[in-house]
Structure formats: structure tokens, C-alpha cells
């Protein structure tokens, strides 16, 4: 599958990249409820990704010039799980990501009202009763592509509030590095992404084996 990256700030000129991904997301209108909160929050009690708050991230961003990494997620979405348990649980991948980032985990369908540059997002849908409880109006603001939710989708946004990306799909570590390191290092401010991707080294070992 490929993966569209689009540049989605009005406020510059618009630019293109691919990202090329194996697995589908859960797509927001797609796909029916697997897992349960109860399975999110123990992926979030084990992670080892330093999680913040929306808020507590853009605070931290305005005085550090980090970027922010905030995965949208949903309880019932299956990869979201195995990348909240799996990938953000490698050691080297969230060592960068805590290095290099301010990561944020928010659920897509949650009920909190939440403040992003000044303005305050809610979840007017939000029903606690259905298996599905609406849309957060951050996760529409940030983590569409063309149009479309899926999950799960991380959203790169830079110090000043502006939205970098939103990248959907689920990433295995070894997936998600050169994807991390184009935003994290701002390679993406002047570089496009297949010449940073045809050039980038993995740090990471080689696989037993190999």
C-alpha cells in the first residue's frame, strides 16, 4: 500500500511525499470494534514512550523547538494496539521518539475537551453507550487524509502549532525509523522524501541471522 503524505498547512506551499507501508490502518469507517479499553490502557501502563498531555506538549514545544508526535488512536482499532504494544514499546524506537519529540497518545473518540493553539477541540458525537463514540474534532483537525480518518494515524506538528503531516498506517519499528528521523532531524524542510529515504542508514542491528 501507499501511503500519501501531504503537507496540510494552508499557511505554505504544498508538498508531497510517499510512504510505502504493508499493513492497512483501521479505517475509521471501515473497520468494526476489536479490543476494548481495558486492552488500551494496559498498552499505555507498559509503554515506554514518556506519553504527554496535548497541552503539556505544546508548552514543552514552545520552549524546546521539539516537534510534537501525537498518535490518534481508538479503543476498538486492533493495529493501534499492536503498535502501542509492539512498536512504541521498542526500546530503541522510543528512546528517539523521547528524545526527539513531544509524544502525545489521544483517543480519537474520546469525550475530553482538549486546547491545541488556543482553541479548545471537543467530541460533540460522543456517545458512552455505542460501540463507537463519535469523532474528536482534533482527530478530524489533524489526522485526515484526503478526507478520510484511519487508524492509526500519527500527526507530526511543529513547535508553532503548524501541521507537518499526518502519516496513517501501522509501522513496525523497523518501518517507522526513517519515518521518525525525516521528521524528527526536520529533514523535511528541505529535502523530499524518496532522496532522505533512498539515502537514510539504519542504526538499528541487523536481525539475528542475517
Not at 51 to 77: H, N, Y
Not at 124 to 143: E, I
Request: glycine share 8%; charged share 15%; proline share 9%.
Amino acid at each position: 500500500m501507499i501511503v500519501a503524505l501531504r503537507r496540510t498547512d494552508p499557511y505554505k506551499p504544498m508538498r508531497h511525499f510517499l510512504i510505502a507501508a504493508v499493513l492497512a490502518p483501521c479505517f475509521a469507517l471501515a473497520q468494526h470494534p476489536t479490543g476494548s479499553p481495558a486492552t488500551q490502557a494496559q498498552g499505555h501502563a507498559t509503554s515506554k514512550v514518556k506519553w504527554l498531555s496535548i497541552e503539556e506538549a505544546q508548552a514543552a514545544a514552545r520552549k524546546d523547538g521539539k516537534p510534537l508526535l501525537i498518535d490518534f488512536q481508538t479503543p476498538w482499532c486492533g493495529w493501534c494496539r499492536k503498535m502501542e504494544n509492539g512498536t512504541f514499546n521498542d526500546e530503541r524506537t522510543a528512546n528517539y521518539i523521547n528524545a526527539n519529540f513531544h509524544p502525545v497518545s489521544f483517543n480519537a473518540e474520546g469525550p475530553d475537551s482538549v486546547t491545541f493553539n488556543g482553541k479548545v477541540f471537543h467530541n460533540p458525537q460522543y456517545n458512552p453507550a455505542g460501540p463507537r463514540h463519535g469523532t474528536h474534532q482534533l482527530a478530524a483537525y489533524l489526522a485526515a487524509v484526503d478526507g478520510r480518518l484511519g487508524y492509526p494515524t500519527i500527526a507530526y506538528v511543529d513547535s508553532e502549532g503548524n501541521l507537518i503531516q499526518p502519516v496513517q498506517n501501522y509501522f513496525t519499528p523497523e518501518q517507522i525509523e526513517p519515518i521518525l528521523a525525516f521528521f524528527g532531524t526536520g529533514a523535511y524542510k528541505g529535502q523530499d522524501w524518496q532522496t532522505f529515504h533512498a539515502a537514510f542508514k539504519s542504526t538499528r542491528p541487523a536481525p539475528t541471522g542475517q
